[in-house]
């Protein structure tokens, strides 16, 4: 069974950076996508990065520019770093993986907390 754990998250200055990373246990097999996602207060979750096993990225519009997302296969681990960090970015960031043949498997929850 696949798990998820992230780290990384934290509390920062606007304008400061953090490094958030997923690492995943168990076997994901070869073709999939992982990606972050984060929900605000009162929000719905949304979509932040996402990036294919093949290395295609995909990002929000709202982050682009500022968020680069990465990925290790051979640790099974996708990375964001986070950059010129706003007070909107405040949110609870979820790593996700997509297989496209089976239920996708989400992560605790990191909490990202940006001051203004």
């Known amino acids: 069974q696949v798990q998820l754990v992230e780290s990384g998250g934290g509390l920062v200055q606007a304008g400061g950076s953090l490094r958030l990373s997923c690492a995943a246990s168990?076997?994901?097999?070869?073709?999939?996508?992982m990606g972050w996602y984060r929900q605000a207060p009162g929000k719905q979750r949304e979509l932040v990065a996402t990036i294919t096993s093949g290395g295609s990225r995909n990002y929000a519009s709202s982050v682009k520019g500022r968020f680069t997302i990465s990925r290790d296969n051979t640790k099974n681990t996708v990375y964001l770093q986070m950059n010129s960090l706003k007070p909107e970015d405040t949110a609870v960031y979820y790593c996700?993986?997509?297989?496209?043949?089976?239920?996708?498997?989400w992560g605790q929850g990191t909490q990202v907390t940006v001051s203004s």
């Open positions: 168990g076997i994901i097999g070869s073709i999939n996508t």
């Open positions: 996700n993986l997509a297989r496209g043949w089976t239920a996708d498997v």
